[in-house]
Every structure is written in structure tokens, then in C-alpha cells.
């Protein structure tokens, strides 16, 4: 407890300001395993990259290709924003039969236009460079989600997940999803002379190769067992009333209060009326005697 240091040992509280800046502990070890993950993603981006590279040179007719990876980070949902001449478009990948976030692809619709050039054979103009945003065409989007699923097959068969099935479908900006963990990356893919760019967010997921916590078949005998061991507090309410703050706080000692008397009772375990009786007299003691059992 070094950054309590030299405070009172009575003093408990600390100011909003030390607050914030006192280390979070990884109870649930959720951190160690995003940054477990995302070395294992950086150490392979140059056995993913050469082997996406193999997949795509052959969509663009022999051209040479090359992508990159940056480095992936840890990443909130993505932002929308878009500056000023682009039209972004946002492919979804969701891995069918796994509860995962999906992955999420972002690119403007010009780089999309310069590539579907090059698939179909042909030659990049000087206005071609300067060509205008605008929506897709069906062509551009099947192009883009053959390469996304290059992409998404080389990180699964990274990751050891081989044959997994992806679910790619273009989707609007406000239809993404708000909140979640992702590791963000640029992706840049090299053609000929031309190039283009990408973001790519991959889902945080838990490995299923973790093990799986064993229920203890013991455990369900010995809770019913113990359970009708376990001590329970009731409260038996005889009589109550209700008074005014201001009347509440001018009293003082020997002041009388009217209370309201029943010839009932309600005995309450914790705020849940349990039991309803009567007060009787017993040994010359008072006791309470069940008239009604109100919850079972």
C-alpha cells in the first residue's frame, strides 16, 4: 500500500483526484489476456501478412502484392467519422457458431474503385487517381469481401482455427456496434504502383482452449444439507408511525410520541413480510404467536 504512504492511519478516504490515478487491478486477468493476444497477433503479422499477400496476388492477375499490418492495439468500438471527400463503407464478418463481436472493416469506396480496376485487367488513368467518392458498385463489393475473406482465413488458421465460416455483409455506419473491445490495425496493400488502405478491427475473444471451470458434483448435496443450518434474523414490527422531519429533529429526551397499536403483528426477514401474529403472554415473558404464515 505504497501510495498511501505518509496519510493518517484513521484517514480512510481519498479524493476523487488520487482515485483516478490508483492502478486498476486485473482481477478477472482480462488485461493480461488483451495483452497476451494482441503479442501473439503482432508476432504473426509477417507470417499473415506473405501468406494474404500469396492469396491476393492472385486476384489482380499476376500483379506483385504486398500488405502490412501496423501494429494492433487494444480498441474501443470504431469511430464513424469520416473526413471531408471520403465515403467510408464498413464491412461486418461475423464467425458463424461463435459468440464472439464480429470483425469489422472499414475503407473508402475510391480505393475500392482503384482495385476493381486492377482485378478486371485494366489500366489506372491520371483521373482515375482523382477519382470522385461515391457508393459501391456490386463489383467493388464482391472484390473487397474476397479480400476481407483472405484476410479472415489467414488469421483463423493463425489462431488455429481452421474451416471457421464468416458471415461478411456491408452494414451503415450507425448500425455498428456501440460498445465492445477490438485490436485495431492499418492494413496496406500494395498493387502494381498503386496503393490502399484499410482498418481492420478483430474481435477480443476468450480462447476456448481455456480451461472450462468443473462443477463440483459434491457441491449441490452439501448446500441442501446446509441451507436449513443457515441463521436467519427477523424482525417483529408491533407497533409504528410516521412524523415530519422537523418534528423528528426537535426532540429530546422524556418527549411522548403516539404510535399506532395493532393487535397484530408483522415479523419480517430483512424488507419481506414473513410471518403475522400476536403478542402473548407466556411465563410472564411476552412472546409472538403465529396467526398466519404470509410467504413460504
Given amino acids: 500500500?505504497?501510495?498511501?504512504?505518509?496519510?493518517?492511519?484513521?484517514?480512510?478516504?481519498?479524493?476523487?483526484?488520487?482515485?483516478?490515478?490508483?492502478?486498476?487491478?486485473?482481477?478477472?486477468?482480462?488485461?493480461?489476456?488483451?495483452?497476451?493476444?494482441?503479442?501473439?497477433?503482432?508476432?504473426a503479422r509477417n507470417a499473415l501478412s506473405q501468406h494474404i499477400a500469396i492469396g491476393i496476388t492472385g486476384l489482380f492477375n499476376g500483379n506483385g502484392c504486398r500488405i502490412e499490418f501496423d501494429d494492433f492495439t487494444l480498441d474501443g468500438p470504431p469511430p464513424t467519422d469520416a473526413a471531408d471527400g471520403v465515403v467510408p463503407c464498413w464491412i461486418v464478418a461475423r464467425a458463424?457458431?461463435?459468440?464472439?463481436?464480429?470483425?469489422?472493416?472499414?475503407f473508402d469506396s475510391a480505393a475500392a474503385y482503384r482495385l476493381a480496376v486492377l482485378f478486371f485487367g485494366g489500366n489506372l488513368l491520371e483521373s482515375d487517381l482523382k477519382h470522385p467518392g461515391r457508393a459501391l458498385t456490386d463489383a467493388e463489393l464482391r472484390l473487397m469481401q474476397r479480400l476481407f475473406q483472405q484476410q479472415l482465413d489467414g488469421f483463423s488458421r493463425q489462431l488455429g482455427l481452421d474451416n471457421q465460416a464468416w458471415e461478411l455483409k456491408l452494414m451503415e455506419a450507425e448500425a455498428l456496434?456501440?460498445?465492445?473491445?477490438?485490436?485495431?490495425?492499418?492494413?496496406?496493400?500494395?498493387?502494381?504502383?498503386?496503393?490502399?488502405?484499410?482498418?481492420?478491427?478483430?474481435?477480443?475473444?476468450?480462447?476456448?482452449?481455456?480451461?472450462?471451470?468443473?462443477?463440483?458434483?459434491?457441491?449441490?448435496?452439501?448446500?441442501?444439507?446446509?441451507?436449513?443450518?443457515?441463521?436467519?434474523?427477523?424482525?417483529?414490527?408491533?407497533?409504528?408511525?410516521?412524523?415530519?422531519?422537523?418534528?423528528?429533529?426537535?426532540?429530546?429526551?422524556?418527549d411522548i410520541i403516539d404510535v399506532d397499536w395493532s393487535e397484530t403483528a408483522l415479523a419480517l426477514l430483512g424488507p419481506q413480510p414473513l410471518l403475522r401474529g400476536r403478542v402473548a403472554e407466556q411465563s410472564k415473558g411476552l412472546v409472538f404467536q403465529v396467526t398466519e404464515v404470509i410467504a413460504e
Fill in 177 to 254: 456496434p456501440k460498445q465492445g473491445e477490438w485490436f485495431s490495425s492499418q492494413v496496406s496493400v500494395a498493387v502494381a504502383d498503386q496503393v490502399a488502405t484499410w482498418q481492420l478491427w478483430w474481435p477480443f475473444w476468450l480462447s476456448e482452449t481455456e480451461p472450462v471451470p468443473i462443477a463440483d458434483a459434491t457441491l449441490a448435496p452439501a448446500l441442501r444439507a446446509a441451507l436449513p443450518k443457515v441463521p436467519l434474523q427477523l424482525r417483529l414490527i408491533m407497533a409504528q408511525t410516521s412524523m415530519k422531519l422537523e418534528q423528528v429533529t426537535r426532540l429530546k429526551a422524556g
Fill in 1 to 43: 500500500m505504497s501510495m498511501l504512504k505518509g496519510r493518517p492511519a484513521t484517514d480512510a478516504m481519498l479524493s476523487a483526484e488520487i482515485g483516478r490515478s490508483l492502478p486498476v487491478f486485473d482481477l478477472l486477468g482480462r488485461s493480461r489476456r488483451a495483452s497476451a493476444m494482441a503479442n501473439m497477433l503482432n508476432q
Fill in 96 to 106: 458463424l457458431g461463435r459468440n464472439w463481436s464480429p470483425a469489422i472493416f472499414w
